[in-house]
């Protein structure tokens, strides 16, 4: 399982990344979709999730719908369009992240010669 200071900084690029995929979701299922993607590796709670989200609305990224389901209102979450272009920000930031620790981690991988 990952550790949750390790979650914590990308938490907001992997919200915007599975609405950017999902036309809207709503909290449990983000948190159940992240589980399956990462085969367990990642489990959200609903506390660290449902703060990022009501930042990213505050922001204007995202917009809510309420919809009655088996006499409960479920929230969905869907991106706006200034969401969209934070989305593609944010993953790209992300992506240079994890390339950047992966050189850290094998320096020596990004110097080898290419054999052909």
């Not at 919200?15 to 809207?24: A, G, I, Q, T, Y």
């Not at 660290?48 to 009501?54: E, G, S, T």
């Not at 995202?62 to 969401?83: D, H, M, S």
């Amino acid at each position: 399982m990952i550790a949750k200071e390790l979650l914590k900084g990308s938490l907001k690029s992997i919200v915007l990344k599975l609405l950017s995929e999902n036309d809207r979701m709503y909290g449990y299922e983000l948190t159940q979709k992240v589980e399956e993607l990462t085969e367990g590796k990642i489990k959200l709670t609903l506390g660290a999730l449902y703060p990022v989200l009501h930042k990213l609305e505050k922001e204007g990224a995202l917009e809510t719908e309420a919809v009655q389901v088996n006499n409960r209102t479920r929230i969905y979450y869907k991106l706006t369009q200034t969401g969209n272009s934070t989305a593609l920000e944010k993953i790209k930031e992300l992506e240079e992240f994890v390339q950047t620790i992966n050189i850290l981690l094998n320096p020596n991988l990004g110097l080898q010669p290419c054999t052909v």
